[in-house]
């Protein structure tokens, strides 16, 4: 099978969906499909082609409720050459990520003209949300979603809102593709430490609770004395991040695939305060297949993959007490922290792409029209 997949957002910058199309690509390619991605250039850099990797157009950085992200266009000519190209290679079917971000993944879909699949990453704005690109939001997803052959939601979490927008709508519920081996591997070398050792990854933004993370530190950091906190990713609160640095609190800057796995099988918690905006948890089954427990605001994408006995790991979002004391009361309590971690490494598992992976290619293969490989 020739896959094309269609990622909104810059390939060279940190982020869950790139993930989910990186790895989703090397697995198709261990199982003998082949594939190329599609993918706007990061904001002031020219677009580019390396090995199956195609950046197309330019983009821009634009911000909307607390986070930022690229806004693309491909002009006319690149897309129909690129099309051509592509139909020529034998492109089969196109996956496109969040499809509603302007305006790469419409424009290559229309350009393309193949079946398509479509996986929501992210939630829709509410309804009551009145800017104007939380309108255009709206309308490209109403648009672009009912031409889907297969949607996928990573969570139950996107579907109320979808369904509200596209009543009838049965999404397919399927974790995002993530090849876990490389946490788990680095969970197998991991080296108790003296302390309770604290994390927190990912954009440096409200959106992600950096703000509650930061009035929550001191109330850790009396009650729990050996506690060391490493805050590690970029974004719009550096600066804030860095004058609460101290001798136990460190800011990694950046840091690549590797550090960040490195880094989670030295935590004993990781800290996920985002409040809202969340499909899915893939910081946390990512630190669960590393070794470290998550301790989650309670929105509904982390509520989703902190069930049953993770349910315990989750806390009110917004609210830095409670983040606070859930962190204490797990550092006294070293027996049931050592349950649930146990509880985490099982839970991730089940997420790993050696799983989803299969089922994904059976949706490729249902909307082509052929007979399930696993069948």
Request: hydrophobic letters at 45%.
């Amino acid at each position: 099978m020739r896959v094309v997949q269609v990622c909104p957002y810059a390939m060279d910058r940190p982020g869950g969906v790139q993930r989910h199309v990186r790895d989703l690509a090397a697995w198709l390619e261990s199982e003998g499909h082949a594939y190329r991605i599609l993918a706007p250039p990061s904001p002031g850099k020219p677009a580019k082609q390396q090995g199956n990797l195609v950046e197309l157009g330019w983009s821009r950085t634009l911000k909307m409720h607390g986070t930022g992200f690229e806004v693309s266009w491909v002009p006319a000519r690149q897309r129909a050459a690129w099309a051509r190209e592509l139909r020529a290679w034998g492109a089969e079917l196109v996956h496109l990520h969040t499809p509603w971000t302007p305006l790469l993944a419409w424009q290559m879909w229309r350009a393309l003209g193949l079946p398509a699949v479509a996986t929501v990453h992210a939630t829709l704005p509410k309804a009551g949300a009145t800017g104007p690109i939380d309108r255009y939001i709206r309308w490209a997803a109403r648009r672009i979603l009912r031409d889907m052959r297969v949607v996928v939601v990573p969570s139950p979490s996107p579907l109320p809102l979808l369904q509200a927008l596209l009543p009838g709508l049965e999404a397919k519920v399927l974790p995002p593709a993530i090849d876990l081996a490389g946490f788990r591997d680095a969970a197998a070398d991991r080296v108790p430490g003296d302390g309770l050792r604290l994390a927190c990854l990912g954009r440096l933004e409200p959106r992600k609770g950096i703000d509650v993370l930061l009035r929550a530190w001191p109330q850790i950091a009396e009650a729990v004395p050996e506690a060391r906190l490493t805050v590690a990713g970029a974004g719009p609160m550096r600066d804030e991040v860095l004058a609460s640095t101290s001798n136990r609190l460190t800011f990694l800057d950046q840091p690549d695939d590797a550090a960040v796995r490195a880094l989670l099988a030295e935590t004993d918690l990781l800290l996920a305060p985002a409040p809202y905006g969340e499909s899915f948890g893939l910081v946390l089954v990512e630190a669960m297949s590393a070794g470290a427990l998550p301790v989650a605001a309670a929105n509904p994408g982390y509520g989703s993959v902190l069930t049953g006995p993770g349910a315990a790991l989750l806390v009110p979002p917004g609210d830095a007490a409670a983040l606070a004391d859930r962190v204490i009361e797990l550092a006294r309590a070293p027996q049931r922290t050592a349950e649930l971690r146990a509880w985490a490494a099982a839970e991730a598992a089940r997420v790993d792409i050696a799983g989803t992976g299969p089922k994904l290619l059976d949706l490729y293969q249902s909307v082509l029209g052929r007979k399930p490989e696993s069948s």
